[in-house]
């Protein structure tokens, strides 16, 4: 078993930033990738990021590229998603996410066994 839990979330004007955090804990030496969605409201759940857990290579949907990073410390087992230029369409609850295995699309929901809560992210015009 794999415990997420995000931090982060709050109410930012256009334009600002925001750092979302995913302590992760138990067997996190499964753990293969990591990734970050979000959910709109009346929207379905959408891919934002993944993270390799080791190589570190990272992947971004097109909507946030340019926009926001998307990082681990290893040592501290905690996921993390740099949120610059935020957008009032950026607005969701973000949600972490942590795969045990590989697939060959990481960018779909299903890809994922372990989910955290949720951290609401509001961003005003």
């Known amino acids: 078993q794999v415990q997420l839990v995000e931090s982060g979330g709050g109410l930012v004007q256009a334009g600002g930033s925001l750092r979302l955090s995913c302590a992760t804990s138990g067997r996190t030496i499964t753990v293969v990738r990591m990734g970050w969605f979000r959910q709109a409201p009346g929207k379905e759940r959408e891919f934002v990021a993944f993270i390799n857990w080791s190589g570190g290579g990272t992947y971004y949907a097109d909507s946030v590229k340019g926009r926001f990073t998307i990082s681990r410390d290893n040592a501290k087992n905690t996921l993390y998603l740099q949120m610059d230029g935020l957008k009032p369409e950026d607005t969701a609850v973000y949600y972490c996410?942590?795969?045990?295995?590989?697939?060959?699309?990481?960018?779909?929901?299903?890809?994922?066994?372990?989910w955290g809560q949720g951290t609401q992210v509001t961003v005003s015009s």
């Open positions: 996410a942590a795969a045990t295995f590989w697939d060959v699309n990481m960018t779909r929901q299903r890809a994922y066994d372990y």
